[in-house]
Structure formats: structure tokens, C-alpha cells
């Protein structure tokens, strides 16, 4: 309930601060579980993700954001579940996959962490280890612009990643997070 009427409001207000177009959002598939991997440039991803997807998207989220009581309830409200940074964590690992199991979308952001220059990183293994332990369908995206005021925000929902060129290859959850980030590099680059 929350997450819908906090989406609501997000809408409305990036609708006037920002020009978002949305490329292929009839990508994601309307039903079963879903990952949607984007790059990530600013604290505004996860709700411009969370507005432009078809789909109610669950988003990790550092644990730092979850110890203000107030903020940890408005996060678990929102759909947002959190994450030991830095080290493998078995609580959110559990509760992402619980989620695909349940025919739900995640929301993830291989990077960890903001790109200060815009320029995509290497991708943390998490990524890969979601899309090998599940049967979700994985969506790249590719968040491109600026978030200045009345600036245009391209948001690019690419193709499901077919893995299996991999598949015979047996790879390691780094090697199938590296697919899914050129994925998301081949859709920055082709629009830009």
C-alpha cells in the first residue's frame, strides 16, 4: 500500500523536476520473477527504476538506512530489504531469492555503489548469484542523463540476457554478473 501511494507521489513530482523517456518497458515480462540490474549514477535510481517499471520492484538497500527507526520502517514500507555491504550477506541473499521464488522483481544495482563519473564498474558478484539460483528473467537497464532540474533522463529497459553461451561453460556467479554488465554498457552505449 505504501509502495503504491509513495510511487504515486514520486511520479508526480520527477514528472516537473525531470524529462524521463522510457525505452522498452514492454521488456519486462508482466508476470514470474524478475531482476532488473541497472547502473547506477545517483540516490535517484532506485525510485526512477521503481516509477518506470511495469512491475512493484523490491530494491536492496544498505542496512545503515534501516537503524533510524523511522527511515527502516518507511524502507520496509517502500519494499526495500537490507544489505551488509562489503561482505556476503546471507539474511539478504535468502530474502532476495525468497522474493524471485515468489514470483516477485528485484531491483538491483551490480555496481554497489554510485558511479561518480558516470562510467560503468565492475559489477559485484550478487547480481550473478540471483540469476543463477533462481529462474528469473533478467532485465539490463541503462539509466542515462544527468539529474539537473528539467534535464532529460533516459530510462533503457533492454531485452532478457540469454545466458547460454555461459551455460555450458559451468561460470561462477562474477562471470554471469560480467554478462549482465556488458549488457548494460552495450545499452548506454548504443543510446547515448
Given at each position: 500500500?505504501?509502495?503504491?501511494?509513495?510511487?504515486?507521489?514520486?511520479?508526480?513530482?520527477?514528472?516537473?523536476?525531470?524529462?524521463?523517456?522510457?525505452?522498452?518497458?514492454?521488456?519486462?515480462?508482466?508476470?514470474?520473477?524478475?531482476?532488473?540490474?541497472?547502473?547506477?549514477?545517483?540516490?535517484?535510481?532506485?525510485?526512477?527504476?521503481?516509477?518506470?517499471?511495469p512491475?512493484t520492484?523490491?530494491?536492496?538497500?544498505?542496512?545503515?538506512?534501516?537503524?533510524?527507526?523511522w527511515?527502516?520502517?518507511?524502507?520496509?514500507?517502500?519494499?526495500?530489504?537490507?544489505?551488509k555491504?562489503?561482505?556476503r550477506?546471507?539474511?539478504?541473499l535468502?530474502?532476495?531469492?525468497?522474493?524471485?521464488?515468489?514470483?516477485?522483481?528485484?531491483?538491483?544495482?551490480?555496481?554497489?555503489?554510485?558511479?561518480?563519473?558516470?562510467e560503468?564498474k565492475?559489477?559485484?558478484?550478487?547480481?550473478?548469484f540471483?540469476?543463477?539460483?533462481s529462474?528469473?528473467?533478467?532485465?539490463?537497464?541503462?539509466?542515462?542523463?544527468?539529474?539537473?532540474?528539467?534535464?532529460?533522463?533516459?530510462?533503457?529497459?533492454?531485452?532478457?540476457?540469454?545466458?547460454?553461451s555461459?551455460?555450458?561453460?559451468?561460470?561462477?556467479?562474477?562471470e554471469?554478473?560480467?554478462?549482465?554488465?556488458?549488457?548494460i554498457?552495450?545499452?548506454?552505449?548504443?543510446?547515448?
Amino acid at each position: 500500500m505504501l509502495y503504491h501511494i509513495a510511487r504515486t507521489l514520486v511520479k508526480i513530482v520527477f514528472k516537473f523536476i525531470f524529462k524521463i523517456e522510457i525505452i522498452g518497458r514492454e521488456n519486462i515480462p508482466k508476470k514470474g520473477p524478475v531482476i532488473i540490474c541497472s547502473n547506477h549514477i545517483s540516490n535517484f535510481d532506485p525510485p526512477v527504476v521503481g516509477i518506470t517499471s511495469p512491475r512493484t520492484v523490491h530494491f536492496m538497500a544498505k542496512e545503515e538506512l534501516f537503524q533510524k527507526k523511522w527511515l527502516g520502517k518507511l524502507l520496509i514500507g517502500i519494499n526495500a530489504f537490507p544489505v551488509k555491504r562489503g561482505m556476503r550477506d546471507r539474511n539478504a541473499l535468502r530474502t532476495g531469492l525468497k522474493l524471485l521464488s515468489d514470483g516477485h522483481t528485484i531491483g538491483l544495482f551490480p555496481e554497489g555503489t554510485r558511479s561518480k563519473n558516470g562510467e560503468v564498474k565492475k559489477g559485484l558478484a550478487g547480481a550473478g548469484f540471483f540469476a543463477m539460483r533462481s529462474d528469473a528473467t533478467v532485465i539490463p537497464c541503462a539509466i542515462i542523463g544527468s539529474y539537473k532540474k528539467f534535464s532529460k533522463l533516459k530510462v533503457v529497459y533492454g531485452s532478457p540476457i540469454n545466458f547460454n553461451s555461459l551455460e555450458k561453460e559451468k561460470p561462477s556467479a562474477q562471470e554471469v554478473t560480467d554478462e549482465i554488465m556488458e549488457n548494460i554498457k552495450s545499452l548506454l552505449d548504443e543510446h547515448r
